[in-house]
């Protein structure tokens, strides 16, 4: 069985980073589409950035120019680079993987394999 699990949360003044990562295990997933997504108190869950098994990258408007996504299929993970985070970054963040190409805006339900998150505040 596939876990997700994510680490690298915590809480940062604004204008701070951190680098989330998720580790996979139980199974290979580097053909599949990976990706993260968060959801903040009272909203619904929103993608923030996807990467494909060829490494391209599709990236919600808001963290353009702040956020990178990358993967490292020899290490069966993913991380998030987040720099100038913003209060507005608050939320809980989720990794999450599908079999195939990533897709322009992959919501989370189309997700096969999703991670219990890791919360970020940026205050």
């Known amino acids: 069985q596939v876990q997700l699990v994510e680490s690298g949360g915590g809480s940062v003044e604004a204008g701070g980073s951190l680098r989330l990562s998720c580790v996979a295990s139980?199974?290979?997933?580097?053909?599949?589409?990976m990706g993260w997504f968060r959801q903040a108190p009272g909203k619904e869950r929103e993608g923030v950035a996807t990467?494909?098994?060829?490494?391209?990258?599709v990236y919600t408007e808001s963290v353009k120019g702040r956020f990178t996504i990358s993967r490292d299929d020899a290490k069966h993970a993913i991380y998030l680079q987040m720099n100038t985070l913003k209060p507005e970054d608050t939320a809980m963040y989720y990794c999450?993987?599908?079999?195939?190409?990533?897709?322009?805006?992959?919501?989370?339900?189309?997700?096969?394999?999703r991670g219990q998150g890791t919360q970020v505040t940026v205050s």
């Open positions: 999450a993987a599908r079999a195939g190409i990533c897709g322009r805006n992959d919501n989370w339900s189309q997700m096969k394999f």
């Open positions: 139980g199974y290979t997933l580097h053909r599949y589409c």
């Open positions: 990467i494909d098994a060829d490494g391209k990258t």
